[in-house]
């Protein structure tokens, strides 16, 4: 058998505090334990309705409001693109010195 200074030198040393230290974050990390429900709300009885919290109504308005708005001024953009400008240009051009810009086939 050996003894028993060598068998200290053997064992695996636990440290005294496991979480260790957290010097910036003011102790360990907190967080809200999983619920199993869905957003941590528990399901309304059957029959009753679920309470909306306050600020839920000026979410819905202020998100579904500025989708419908963003959808209108998409609609109504005015179309900036280059061949736009040059087929505009080129009849204004045609047009200046008298040709037709519109192809009629010769018969």
Known sequence: ????SSLR?????VPRRITGRRFASHGS???NEPSGWLFGE???APGQ???KEEWENIWYVGMFGSMAMAAVLLYYKPDTSIQ???LREAKERMEAR???YKY???S
């Open 104 to 106: 009629e086939p010769s």
């Open 98 to 100: 008298g040709e037709k």
């Open 49 to 51: 309705k679920r309470v």
């Open 29 to 31: 990390p907190q967080f």
């Open 84 to 86: 736009t400008w040059a």
């Open 9 to 13: 030198a053997l064992q695996v040393r």
């Open 42 to 44: 528990k399901p309304p």
């Open 1 to 4: 058998m050996l003894p028993t």
